[in-house]
């Protein structure tokens, strides 16, 4: 079963930075899109940010660009989520996810991969 390992959640004041973290299997890093979703309590899980690494290529939500940025390192087989300027309205359970190319990079349903999530939380 693949695993996706997210780590970096925490809390944080409205207006600071986090960064979170998603390990991956080398065989899933290196031939899958890497995403990042979150969901809000009450809320459907929403899309964030993708990264179409062979195309050179990352997606993101509106309600998210020109704040976060979504990175990888190759040698650990890692994606990153750095988010700055955090808003309380960006608290969620924010989840890594991977699919294989194609088309529709935003849609959930297309992530074949998920990992457990990890609590980001923002004070105002």
């Known amino acids: 079963q693949v695993q996706l390992v997210e780590s970096g959640g925490g809390l944080v004041q409205a207006g600071g930075s986090l960064r979170l973290s998603c390990a991956a299997p080398e065989s899933i890093f290196n031939s899958y899109v890497m995403g990042w979703f979150r969901q809000a309590p009450g809320k459907e899980r929403e899309f964030v940010a993708a990264g179409v690494w062979r195309d050179g290529r990352t997606y993101y939500g509106d309600s998210v660009k020109g704040r976060f940025t979504i990175s990888r390192d190759n040698a650990r087989s890692t994606v990153y989520l750095q988010m700055n300027s955090l808003r309380p309205e960006d608290t969620a359970v924010y989840y890594c996810?991977?699919?294989?190319?194609?088309?529709?990079?935003?849609?959930?349903?297309?992530?074949?991969?998920w990992g457990q999530g990890t609590q980001v939380t923002v004070s105002s």
């Open positions: 996810a991977a699919r294989p190319y194609g088309l529709g990079y935003t849609y959930i349903h297309e992530y074949d991969f």
